[in-house]
């Protein structure tokens, strides 16, 4: 089946560092990918989407200067946070389609980020 | 503004019970609606998902009914375990786009 690898599960780092987070599509090309946000105890918020070879498309109220997001290929997207500050922590979670536009095929296994 | 909306927030159920989570939307123009599981600390998994021209979809112990006139849509989990015990969001798209998730519900199975 189709696996999304994210990379790192967890990351601490100091406040006004930039933190990148990988996400890779293992088995197929993902023309699509999706990043969100996950904050304890509430549902998944779409933060942009991006498809390969193109810029990305930010949600409204989303920083694009402050998460800068990279889909260079079609197995690989990398989300980095610039600037990190504690409330950018959070868990961010990508999710990689093999057609583009579809939203839901699978989700990496997200990555904690602690800003401190 | 949620275009999902879910319920119940929690809901406990002993062993071998069902678990019925409900999900609402106004976008007719949605035409798929997937379920997903999520455990503590783990990215969300598809667990089903439905299309409008069908009512009802079964896998496993997992049920999807959908009432289009209702614009409407729930998940029954049935004879329920422990190991279900984690949270389910429904989700609905256009076009197979991004997704629109509920808010999700805590489901914990009493052994």
């Known amino acids: 089946g189709a696996v999304v690898s994210q990379h790192p599960s967890r990351v601490i780092c100091k406040s006004g560092t930039s933190v990148k987070i990988e996400c890779r599509s293992l088995d197929f090309q993902a023309t699509t990918m999706f990043w969100y946000r996950q904050f304890p105890k509430q549902s998944l918020m779409l933060m942009a989407t991006?498809?390969?070879?193109?810029?990305?498309?930010?949600e409204q109220g989303v920083e694009k200067d402050k998460f800068l997001i990279n889909h260079a290929s079609l197995t690989l997207s990398t989300l980095t946070v610039t600037s990190a500050h504690p409330e950018d922590s959070s868990f961010y979670i990508c999710s990689a389609s093999p057609r583009a536009g579809f939203g839901g095929y699978t989700f990496g296994s997200g990555t904690r980020l602690t800003v401190v | 503004q949620q275009q999902v909306k879910q319920s119940p927030q929690s809901l406990i159920v002993q062993k071998g019970g069902i678990s019925i989570i409900n999900c609402a939307y106004e976008?007719?123009?949605?035409?798929?609606f997937p379920w997903y599981q999520q455990f503590p600390g783990k990215g969300p998994a598809l667990l089903i998902a439905i299309r409008p021209d069908v009512s009802e979809k079964k896998e496993g112990r997992f049920t999807i009914s959908f009432n289009k006139s209702a614009k409407q849509f729930s998940l029954h989990i049935m004879d329920s375990q422990p190991g279900d015990s984690a949270t389910y969001f429904c989700?609905?798209?256009?076009?197979?786009?991004?997704?629109?998730f509920g808010a999700g519900t805590t489901v914990t199975v009493r052994a």
């Open positions: 989700a609905a798209s256009k076009n197979d786009y991004k997704l629109s």
């Open positions: 991006s498809n390969e070879g193109s810029k990305a498309t930010y």
């Open positions: 976008n007719t123009a949605f035409d798929y």
